[in-house]
Each structure stands twice: as C-alpha cells, then as structure tokens.
C-alpha cells in the first residue's frame, strides 16, 4: 500500500479497500482501517516514517474490510473513533453481521471469519448526517446508505471519502452483483453523491478522480440494467420463488458461490434489486406455498 497525496492535507493509501489519511498539524485521522493488523501495520510504518500524526479514526461503515485493522491501531496507539449511528453496534459487536447474514440464526464456524467479522473496536462518539468541528478538523457527513444500513461519507478539505456509496467501474464488472442491502437507496445515495460540491471523491473500491461523476453515473446505469434484467425475467416467468431469483442472476452472471458465506453475500444482494422492485412498487410478493414469490404488479 503506497501513501498517495491527494492535496495539501489530504492522503490515500490505494489497496483493494482504501484508507484515507487526514493531515491537520498535529492530528491526523485515518477514514477506515483496512482489513486486519497487518494492513493497518503498513500503513501506521508509512506515517510513522514520514512523521505523520494519527490521532483519530473515521469509520464509514461496518464492514470488517472497512474497520478490521481498527483494534490493532487502537490497542497500539490512543485514537478517537468516530462511526456512523446504527452502524458503531456492529463495531462493537461484530457478529452481528454473519448472524444477519445468515437470516438470525447462529453463525456456524466457517461464518466466523476476518472477512465478515472483524475484531471489536472502542467507539468514542457516534455521528449522524450533519456538520462537525472536533479538535481542529471541520467535515460534514452524509448519509449514504444502500450498501450498509448507515454509511457515512465524511466531505473535508473539497474532498468526498465515499466509504462503499458507489465504486469503481472495473470493481463492478467483476463482482458482478455488488454488494448492496438495498439497491433503491443505493440509486438515491449515487444521486446524492452529484450534488455534494466536491473537487474530487475516494471511494472505499477505486482510485481518486476529480472527474468522479463519471463513475457514479455509470453505477446508476448498472444498478438499472441489474434491475431491468430482473424485472423482465419476473415478467416472462412470474411468478417466480426467491430462491429461483438468485440461482438465475447467478448463473446468468456465471458467479461461482462454493463457499456459504459466498452464497450468502449475493442472495443478500439479489434481494437488495428485488427490494428496490418492491419500493417502486413494480413487483409484488407473497408467500405462496411455502415459497416467497414475486410477480409483476398489477398482474392477475
């Protein structure tokens, strides 16, 4: 991970989950911290080496990918943690998010990992959407939810860090079905995002661009021709069980999922596009049979 300057007071270290880095005199604040200790180990040696404080840490949103290297830079040095509303109870409490996954029952053990559960981390203060001034850094927040329930985007020196609130167009092909827990606020979030007066914008999964409206543009087309594609196939064989849902966008998709918590991640995102459906109230459900089954709205 190289350290990246951005501006005057603003860093990025580039990986496959980005960190950014906040210079203010003798404070320095991290925006998420990487998957596990050894990442968080890499970055602390870059700063360390070219004397740059860390005194506070920003966390988008509760994805261990997001705030797994969180508790080895809080048991290494003292830090003041910031994490969104809702999302600061999955930081200290990070099973909460393979039991979600696996619909409320208890995670069996091959759920218990570093990529869906990080280790707990200490949160001083809780934020929501709104202006803040702590200890000499000045940012505002926005709510960005869709692929997390409470993801926070933190706007600072003409610079949007957008946490997971859009990525990267090379990212999205090769997922395929990115990861959202509600594909209609993720649209509304990407709408946001275009009129937050940026000079540029980091996301969690890319690369720095002052020009980055370009790329949320073509996550909104995406997440449309997801939701077309899913729309017309209910269409054509409605009604259809959820289950058959996955197993078409899946095998359409040619996605591989020989891991349960692979299976997991994409029926979780498939039902993100059937919920954005459901909102904008062009398909109905209902349990049919013991099956949980989709139509066309309006449709005998």
């Known amino acids: 991970m190289q350290l990246t300057q951005i501006n005057q007071n603003l860093f990025y270290f580039k990986g496959p989950v980005n960190i950014g880095y906040i210079w203010q005199g003798d404070s320095g604040m991290l925006v998420d911290a990487g998957i596990d200790a050894q990442t968080m180990k890499k970055v602390l040696k870059q700063l360390d080496e070219q004397n740059y404080p860390v005194t506070h840490l920003f966390i988008t949103h509760a994805h261990s990918d997001h ?20 999302e600061e109870a999955i930081l200290r409490n990070p099973s909460l998010e393979p039991l979600y996954l696996f619909g409320g029952n208890d995670p069996i053990p091959e759920l218990r990992n570093k990529f869906l559960e990080g280790k707990s981390i200490f949160i001083d203060e809780v934020l929501q959407e709104g202006v803040y001034e702590r200890d000499g850094f000045n940012f505002t927040t926005y709510l960005l939810p869709g692929h997390s329930y409470y993801q926070l985007g933190i706007f600072i020196h003409d610079c949007l860090f957008a946490g997971d609130s859009y990525f990267s167009e090379e990212l999205l092909h090769k997922h395929k079905i990115p990861f959202l827990t509600d594909a209609h606020l993720a649209i509304q979030s990407l709408y946001k995002l275009k009129d937050i007066p940026a000079q540029g914008a980091l996301p969690g999964h890319g690369v720095y661009e002052e020009d980055f409206h370009q790329t949320v543009d073509a996550n909104i087309a995406y997440h449309h021709e997801l939701l077309h594609m899913l729309r017309e196939f209910i269409k054509e064989n409605e009604p259809v069980a959820h289950e058959d849902l996955i197993v078409y966008m899946c095998e359409e998709y040619e996605i591989q999922t020989p ?25 109905e459900h209902k349990i049919e049979h013991y099956r949980w089954i989709f139509k066309i709205k309006g449709e005998a």
């Open 67 to 86: 705030y797994g290297g969180g508790s080895y830079l809080q048991q290494d040095r003292p830090v003041y943690t910031f994490a969104p509303f809702y």
């Open 259 to 283: 891991q349960l918590s692979q299976w997991l991640m994409f029926r979780t995102a498939v039902t993100a596009y059937l919920l954005a459906l459901v909102k904008q109230e062009q398909v």
